[in-house]
């Protein structure tokens, strides 16, 4: 139970594309936030985008707006993060993570809690030359 798994990274050159999935075992996603968050080495974890129970309310970190979208699937159980014009200080490791509880709501945390229902266990990405 309680288990989310990311896949999909890699590594990519600079104004490259990626898209990382979150896949839930034991639950299902229609009934939480889901959020990514990716720590680069040296650097604090930092939320990058989240995504309402309903879908309908996306929130995303200034440095990857306009290139990043976050999106959820519930026949596959899974939330996607489309990662397009990658750059170099994209490089790191990706987590998603399962917020609050909660169903059909459009309902949005401020900002990206420290805590969660469930985290993965990462997924690399790396952009370089």
């Known amino acids: 139970q309680w288990q989310l798994v990311e896949s999909g990274g890699g590594v990519v050159q600079p104004g490259g594309s990626l898209t990382l999935s979150c896949a839930a075992s034991?639950?299902?996603?229609?009934?939480?936030?889901i959020a990514w968050y990716r720590q680069a080495p040296g650097a604090e974890r930092e939320g990058v985008s989240c995504?309402?129970?309903?879908?309908?309310?996306?929130n995303y970190v200034d440095s990857v707006k306009g290139r990043f979208t976050i999106s959820r699937d519930s026949a596959t159980n899974t939330v996607y993060l489309q990662m397009n014009s990658l750059k170099a200080e994209d490089t790191a490791k990706y987590y998603c993570?399962?917020?609050?509880?909660?169903?059909?709501?459009?309902?949005?945390?401020?900002?990206?809690?420290?805590?969660?229902?469930?985290w993965g266990q990462g997924t690399q990405v790396t952009v370089s030359l």
């Open positions: 993570a399962a917020l609050g509880r909660g169903y059909n709501s459009d309902y949005l945390p401020p900002g990206f809690p420290h805590e969660a229902d469930a």
């Open positions: 034991g639950f299902s996603l229609d009934y939480f936030i």
């Open positions: 995504i309402s129970s309903s879908g309908g309310n996306t």
